[in-house]
């Protein structure tokens, strides 16, 4: 039996973690990084340890009351997959304290490695049936006394008691040919502290630990809380268990941030001293979750580098949750896995399905697989199985990564310790898809746990665009002569699509870029339940990041796509049926002779390369490349006709906030912004010149010229 493991390995202070070969700290909102007390040697990940990959889906424990077969496991294997998660009954393996029954379970990880299938215990302490085990009786409490699910957090019996189980079960099974690692959860499911949405935490054994122990090893001294916090205690046991928006509020949250930072690592480091076989955490939730559930991503990330875990998103048909956790992944180092789970509509589940799917590139470099919820014959399962059993190659067979600018997004995730004026924790992912949506791009998403504990520093960044608000560190980086964003759609100034599309909201695209930078794998889906994409997409060479060079695209098959070259990259035609997906390989070479040219390009695009003619035109958020992709006039939308060298004004018109929405190059000669509404609100005043054309020059300057070569107008920026 463990004891309770903060008196066993020592406490880790608040947002602090002792990663591999430097500390990493995950510092308190407005606070600097604490170092943690020394750990126990069971803190120290066997150097031999590897972060797992799964081809995955999750079955229930058994198949109603027997092993799962043989045949069952040979059946997944078949159908592509390399592992399955078995849902762990606590009372099942553990029917008395004490007492194991490990029959079933190695009968199925006997059968699973027969059929070449690992098999991933996951292990709940609660949520799921059979967890808790039936002589666990104590339950969490909300601060106003509404009971939960879930066993009480800091119990000093259930919680050693939970990862003996965890600990010793493991140990059993770690040296099984069918044994594939195990999923880790402490708390409601993978939610934590959740409470039916709520948020537990109240309960006394949790309020005897605040007293006893976490306050005493934050503060010290009862003195130094007072001058932290303006009170005038006279010791911690006078402190409140302060309920949210009461006084004090902020102490306790970040007492409950810190249980499940301790908790997870206690139970990661008594794992990481059996086996080093791999280990994978759930994130459950999202980030809206953050302040009731303390489910916040750079705890698990963190912890996750320490102990080499990967990391499995759980709901990641939403894009921008992808886009954080991809981006964090990339930060941190770690592996990324993605687990879909089924939308409560079920007129929506092949098209979640599709999404889902697609998004896995947005992860990479750092793949760590994906995991289907849950192969049990209902309807979720009937649509959305034949789907992900019919696309897992293709994912598995990915190799390279998603594209990287030097913009950002950032979220201010304090609020989540606490600071009742931090950023809106809201749905900041849903503001991060609908950016993605418009500019289908590969900026990056940061969040303030990332800066505070210098995983990621902003000035790497040209640009970063806050999506909840300015907080000290966004201040820092812009008096240091960072620029900081205003609106969304600033972001193509410095992370410039990949791929431009005739309407958002339809089809998605993910590209994979070979790591010689020479090629991309990319993944099309129609993310709708009944509207078909038939229209062009239009591929940037400079979003993309590849190396210069003349490239073509093919399908699935080798053959070339109907296209033609475009100003700095590719036009193509697509055709999708709603809720479908499509593989497309971006290949060195030019376009093969006899290749059809695409009819719906030539109004949207605008050809040759860096040039305009007569009635081609710009339309909000559109570009216009140099040849050599250096340069880019953009109008940007905030009707500012902007000439960019990287993220570096050249050359404005200085409309912004004129409500124009079209630049055009008129028949006259005459290069034209108007309103919605037709309304002229600056011009180039070279009316008069007909056959006359724009040219951005691979010198940087941009040039009107008449039908005979004459200058007529210019931005002057030519030298670059």
Not at 44 to 64: C, E, H, I, K, M
Not at 444 to 459: D, F, P, W
Not at 587 to 598: E, F, L, N, Q, S
Not at 600 to 614: F, M, Q
């Amino acid at each position: 039996m463990h004891r309770l493991r903060t008196c066993a390995a020592g406490l880790l202070a608040l947002g602090v973690i002792t990663a591999l070969s430097a500390p990493t700290a995950i510092a308190a909102a407005g606070g600097s990084p604490q170092q943690a007390p020394a750990r126990s040697a069971a803190a120290v990940r066997p150097a031999a340890s590897t972060p797992g990959t799964l081809w995955s889906t999750q079955l229930d424990f058994d198949n109603n009351g027997t092993p799962w077969s043989e045949a069952s496991f040979a059946a997944l294997k078949a159908k592509g997959l390399d592992t399955a998660e078995i849902d762990m009954p606590w009372n099942t393996i553990e029917p008395s304290q004490g007492t194991f029954n490990f029959t079933e379970l190695d009968q199925e990880v006997a059968n699973a490695g027969a059929a070449g299938i690992h098999l991933v215990p996951i292990f709940w302490s609660s949520g799921w049936g059979g967890s808790p085990a039936n002589w666990v009786t104590s339950r969490e409490v909300s601060s106003t006394g509404v009971q939960s699910p879930a066993p009480v957090w800091w119990d000093p019996t259930t919680e050693p008691a939970y990862l003996t189980y965890v600990t010793d079960t493991v140990k059993h099974i770690a040296g099984a040919a069918g044994y594939g690692g195990s999923i880790l959860d402490y708390g409601f499911l993978d939610a934590q502290w959740d409470d039916a949405g709520g948020a537990s935490g109240w309960a006394q054994a949790d309020i005897d630990m605040f007293h006893t122990t976490y306050l005493p090893q934050t503060y010290g001294t009862i003195a130094a809380f007072n001058t932290a916090n303006g009170t005038a205690y006279t010791s911690f046991g006078q402190v409140p268990a302060a309920a949210p928006g009461q006084p004090l509020a902020a102490v306790y949250q970040k007492f409950r941030v810190w249980s499940v930072q301790t908790t997870y690592a206690a139970l990661t480091a008594d794992v990481r001293a059996v086996t080093s076989t791999p280990l994978y955490y759930y994130f459950g939730g999202h980030i809206g979750n953050a302040v009731n559930y303390a489910n916040i991503p750079d705890i698990f990330f963190a912890l996750a580098k320490q102990y080499n875990v990967t990391v499995i998103e759980d709901a990641a048909g939403s894009p921008g949750l992808t886009l954080t956790f991809g981006s964090l992944a990339r930060a941190y180092g770690v592996k990324l896995a993605q687990e879909w789970t089924a939308p409560s509509d079920s007129t929506q589940l092949a098209a979640e399905a599709v999404r889902w799917i697609s998004d896995y590139g947005i992860g990479l470099p750092e793949g760590g697989g994906e995991d289907f919820f849950i192969h049990d014959g209902t309807q979720k399962d009937t649509v959305g199985w034949p789907i992900y059993t019919g696309w897992v190659n293709n994912l598995e067979g990915l190799s390279g990564s998603y594209p990287q600018q030097p913009a950002a997004v950032y979220i201010d995730f304090s609020q989540a310790y606490g600071n009742a004026a931090g950023g809106n924790l809201g749905s900041p992912e849903d503001a991060i898809t609908s950016l993605w949506d418009g500019n289908q791009a590969g900026f990056a998403v940061v969040t303030s746990q990332e800066v505070n504990a210098g995983v990621v520093k902003l000035s790497n960044y040209k640009a970063v665009f806050p999506v909840n608000g300015t907080d000290a560190n966004l201040t820092a980086y812009q008096k240091a002569g960072g620029t900081l964003l205003t609106a969304g759609s600033q972001l193509s100034q410095y992370a410039p699509p990949y791929a431009t599309l005739a309407n958002s909201g339809v089809l998605q695209v993910v590209p994979t870029v070979s790591s010689a930078g020479n090629s991309a794998a990319i993944t099309l889906a129609d993310v709708t339940s009944g509207t078909a994409y038939n229209s062009s997409i239009t591929f940037h060479y400079n979003g993309l990041g590849v190396a210069a060079g003349s490239y073509h695209l093919v399908n699935a098959a080798g053959t070339a796509v109907p296209q033609q070259a475009v100003s700095g990259g590719l036009c193509a035609a697509a055709s999708l049926q709603p809720a479908s997906l499509a593989e497309w390989h971006l290949v060195a070479g030019a376009i093969p002779a006899g290749t059809a040219a695409p009819g719906n390009c030539a109004a949207s695009v605008p050809t040759p390369c860096g040039t305009l003619t007569a009635n081609q035109s710009l339309a909000a958020n559109q570009s216009l490349y140099s040849c050599d992709g250096r340069f880019n006039l953009i109008l940007q939308g905030d009707a500012n006709l902007v000439l960019y060298e990287g993220g570096t004004a050249l050359w404005a018109s200085n409309t912004s906030g004129t409500s124009g929405t079209r630049v055009i190059l008129q028949g006259d000669g005459n290069l034209v912004l108007y309103t919605a509404a037709n309304s002229p609100v600056w011009a180039s005043n070279t009316s008069g010149n007909a056959g006359a054309k724009l040219v951005i020059g691979n010198d940087g300057n941009v040039v009107i010229t008449s039908a005979t070569g004459g200058t007529l107008w210019s931005t002057g920026t030519g030298g670059h």
